[in-house]
């Protein structure tokens, strides 16, 4: 006779190698997920335009319904293509401005009469030279500032991943010292990246961390140094204040420093991060702009109301998750992205 126990024992297996089955089953239904690498993603200008699409497609809509009502007719097109400025965020006052330009353009010169064209040449101007300027000094001291959730650590991560590959030293410092997840995920990045880190418990004061990190900087010969600070509503005076500290306590042990302030800002947010620019500029003399999240969003136009209404250069845009998808800022290719594919038509003659 065979043991009590061999029957429940084979049905334990039989569920286990079903439930197995399933599992296998699901796996193989997921969607695959594209490689992270930049050459399986393909050309920037590609990747680019893909985080661009949302921004695009409003602007579309807009303008290829403006162009296939009057064609022809720029006095009845151009108030049109302002509206659709405005629907993507670029906000009235800049929208205003652009539209004029064009105007100005097409009344002027009959060359250029193709009003993507033109809008896409202004759009251009106005966002004028930005990307990010070459370490030429050592140690580069960039300060990084910018409300909760904007994507700041995660910012000062990829940037210590591009400064590496380009065969500088880094070091991050963890000055924001109010949540231990963020000395935490920016001790992570530092692992990932091979960067050094700085750091003190949570609780301790951030110029006093920032103070110890300007000293070992400058005893190890660093390169670059990215300095990580809370994540400050810009309407709380104390905290503000706090952060000024910091700058006086990097400038007093390194005169030349902080050679860059860079202010993290989410494309998501629409008009809240001209706000968030306005007020931060005026605090903390920002030298450049990183917005974030431009593929998740149809506000990417944003961009251009940072860039107008408070003048400060764009030096990097996030167009998604990889590492590599934190592109130094370049407005001709941004320009085209944005446009190129968004007004087809009047590339063909509708205006012309």
């Not at 370049?330 to 446009?339: G, I, K, V, Y």
Request: net charge positive; charged share 25%; proline share 5%.
């Amino acid at each position: 006779m065979e043991p009590w126990w061999i029957v429940p024992l084979a049905a334990i297996a039989i569920a286990i190698l079903i439930g197995l089955g399933i599992l296998l089953r699901r796996r193989r239904a997921r969607p695959h997920r594209p490689a992270t690498s930049a050459a399986a993603r393909g050309p920037a200008a590609d990747r680019l335009r893909r985080g661009l699409l949302a921004t695009r497609e409003r602007l579309a809509e807009r303008l290829q319904a403006a162009l296939a009502r009057a064609p022809g007719d720029v006095a009845r097109v151009l108030p049109e293509v302002e509206e659709a400025l405005v629907s993507a965020d670029v906000g009235v006052r800049t929208s205003a401005e652009l539209v004029a330009r064009v105007r100005e353009r097409l009344a002027r010169d009959a060359d250029r009469s193709g009003v993507q064209r033109a809008l896409r040449e202004e759009i251009e101007v106005l966002l004028g030279d930005g990307g990010p300027p070459v370490p030429t000094e050592r140690p580069w001291v960039v300060v990084v500032l910018g409300v909760n959730g904007v994507g700041k650590t995660t910012t000062i991560g990829k940037l210590a991943a591009r400064h590496i590959a380009s065969g500088r030293k880094v070091m991050l410092v963890a000055a924001d010292t109010f949540r231990a997840a963020a000395i935490e995920q920016l001790a992570a990045w530092a692992e990932r990246t091979g960067a050094e880190l700085v750091r003190q418990g949570p609780g301790a004061t951030p110029s006093a961390v920032v103070f110890d990190a300007m000293k070992a900087a400058r005893a190890r010969g660093t390169d670059v140094v990215l300095v990580d600070t809370a994540g400050r509503l810009h309407t709380r005076t104390n905290l503000v204040e706090e952060l000024r500290k910091v700058v006086r306590v990097i400038t007093r042990e390194i005169p030349q420093a902080p050679q860059e302030c860079l202010l993290v800002l989410d494309a998501t947010t629409g008009q809240n991060a001209v706000a968030q620019a306005r007020t931060f500029a005026e605090a903390f003399g920002v030298t450049g702009i990183v917005l974030t999240k431009l593929d998740g969003t149809a506000r990417g136009g944003v961009i251009l109301a940072v860039r107008k209404e408070v003048g400060v250069p764009i030096r990097y845009v996030g167009i998604g998750e990889g590492v590599d998808d934190l592109r130094p800022f370049d407005a001709r290719e941004f320009a085209r992205a944005l446009l190129d594919e968004a007004t087809a038509p009047a590339e063909n003659g509708a205006l012309a």
